[in-house]
């Protein structure tokens, strides 16, 4: 059985769970994770103006993920994991939104909890300076009505709308106490923004006392906007470079942040939003190994339904993942054994590409960037680099994805395209820096999203 047989079946046993338990009143809604493919999905739609009998009509408001990011778990043992425990501690986490919208809610995670997660003094507000919020933007935010949200193990909460107008990319800060002891039921490790925390139930407070500052997402996953205007949402799944690893923080300069900025400037507030699925470390076809195995998350085959196809209003997706798959086997806690070939690649995302267009979303795909000299602990491997281009060849000529963004053409050295062109260059022979990043959105054919 080929790969792409086993991810097609994997896909079928995940929609045949539909009796798995969801629960639905007004807005807020829980999810299990085995059910997710075969309920948010049928939910969601793309509403716009349209005429009958010669009398324009109104466009209706629909839900639309305006901010996401990809759920990982805690580490199975060490050090990393003890940081991560919570006991009765208020997280004020700070995202930055593509798309604006007249509603807002939120969706909060315990997918990787292993009991339940009880929240209270659930807010958002628009931020100010050092954590602080403006608290006449307050609003609490609820599930069925109820304050204190239960969040039970392997599930996800949308929470009830709340009334607050916010503008294409706003700021905006989400409060919750964490009730009880409880390691990181849902965590998000490569945030570049800085949030806090800070011990006892201050989540109402317009200031922290005693806070701490946290580089990590954690609980929350996905904020969404509700629209008339914004037409659908564009997501990115990839590893670190997408994730935004070694751009500025709190400057939002990953290529996504950038892609927003040209969609807004041409489309003002009818831009589609763009959200970013990236996790640092992933890989196409295996999950994370060792002690750290969540870390770098979940295959993104395993991960891609729960992810990418469960946000609210996508229409189309980009894939630009690959490189780890190639360059990690035998380093660390990754055999060599998983080691795989460009058609192994290409098998992967075939597979994620007839799941996307069962959910009517176009596939795009972007090419594998440059990373010679990037491993330091061991010799380089000529045949990563052929890997590399024959894959990249495969998506510049492939007639079985619906668009191509060249990433490699964008920042490759066009005198040693095995490389990152220097002023790219982050300084690792693999990330690129903020103008990498810039030069990568500024590759994209925008076209590709009418």
């Known amino acids: 059985m080929s790969f792409s047989q086993k991810f097609e079946r994997l896909f079928t046993d995940s929609q045949s769970s539909t009796m798995q338990r969801r629960h639905r009143c007004g807005l807020g809604t829980f999810i299990s994770r085995p059910a997710i493919i075969s309920t948010i999905l049928l939910t969601g739609s793309f509403a716009f103006a349209f005429s009958c009998g010669g009398i324009a009509q109104p466009p209706t408001p629909h839900w639309v993920a305006s901010w996401a990011a990809a759920v ?29 919208g007249e509603a807002v809610r939120a969706r909060l995670s315990n997918t990787f909890g292993k009991e339940p997660l009880i929240l209270r003094s659930v807010n958002l507000a628009i931020p100010l300076t050092d954590g602080t919020i403006d608290p006449l933007s307050r609003r609490t935010l609820t599930v069925r009505g109820n304050p204190v949200i239960t969040i039970p193990p392997g599930q996800t ?20 106490y964490v009730v009880g002891d409880i390691v990181a039921p849902a965590i998000h490790y490569i945030a570049l923004q800085t949030s806090y925390t800070a011990v006892g139930d201050q989540a109402l407070a317009p200031s922290l006392s005693d806070s701490s500052e946290s ?27 997408t994730d935004g690893v070694r751009s500025t923080p709190n400057q939002n300069r990953r290529w996504t942040d950038d892609l927003f900025r040209r969609l ?38 395993a991960r891609f339904a729960r992810d990418v196809l469960a946000q609210p209003g996508v229409r189309y997706v980009i894939a630009f993942e690959g490189g780890n798959d190639i360059r990690l086997p035998g ?7 998983e080691s795989v070939t460009a058609q192994q690649l290409i098998e992967g995302f075939k597979a994620m590409e007839k799941v996307a267009r069962r959910r009517h979303m176009k596939f795009i795909v972007a090419t594998i960037t440059p990373f010679e000299h990037s491993v330091t602990n061991r010799p380089q491997d000529p045949q990563w680099e052929r890997t590399r281009l024959e894959f990249n060849d495969w998506v510049r000529n492939s007639k079985e994805i619906d668009g191509v963004i060249d990433f490699d053409l964008a920042i490759r050295d066009p005198d040693h395209p095995a490389r990152i062109l220097a002023k790219y260059d982050s300084g690792d022979h693999l990330h690129p820096n903020d103008a990498g990043y810039l030069a990568m959105a500024d590759c994209v054919n925008l076209s590709l999203f009418p």
């Open 264 to 301: 807004s400037a041409e489309r003002g507030d009818a831009a589609q939003s763009v959200i970013n699925l990236g996790i640092s470390g992933n890989r196409v076809l295996h999950d994370g190994r060792g002690d750290g195995a969540a870390i770098p998350g979940e295959a993104a085959v």
């Open 157 to 176: 909460v949308t929470t009830d709308a709340a009334n607050l107008k916010l503008a294409r990319e706003s700021d905006l800060a989400v409060s919750f």
């Open 72 to 100: 990982c778990g805690p580490p199975l043992v060490g050090s990393r994991r003890e940081q991560l425990k919570f006991h009765n501690k208020t997280v004020r986490e700070i995202v930055h939104l593509t798309a604006g």
């Open 331 to 337: 380093s660390e806690s990754i055999p060599i054994t």
């Open 215 to 241: 580089s990590l997402r954690l609980v929350l996953m996905g904020v969404d906007v509700e629209t008339a205007i914004v037409p659908y949402a564009i997501a990115a799944i990839g590893s670190s470079t």
